[in-house]
């Protein structure tokens, strides 16, 4: 397909027929760019992002009440049995 578009640019010079190439390169690509993918682009589903769970253990830590105990760790800051240290000023 290369060799036939070079064979039939109507010039004679090797810059002059690599120029027309890159032209009509830009062209098709202009011409994808600004109208075949802005036509096409509602039909692909690139906007259309849904995630969906089907399998019920998905959620390994099952919902906790609002009212429940905490736990040991959660209940006090300082240790038990350790006092605050006043140092002299």
Known sequence: MYGWIWRHIPF??????ALVSVVLAGAV???????VFPAVEPLLPFD????????PGSNPLP?????????????????????RQVLPS
């Open 12 to 17: 004679k010079q090797w810059q002059l027929k």
């Open 29 to 35: 690509g202009a011409l994808l760019w600004y109208q």
């Open 48 to 55: 259309d992002v849904q995630v969906e769970t089907t399998d």
């Open 63 to 83: 919902p906790q009440p609002t009212g429940a105990p905490l736990g040991p760790a959660a209940t006090s800051a300082v240790p038990t049995g350790s006092a």
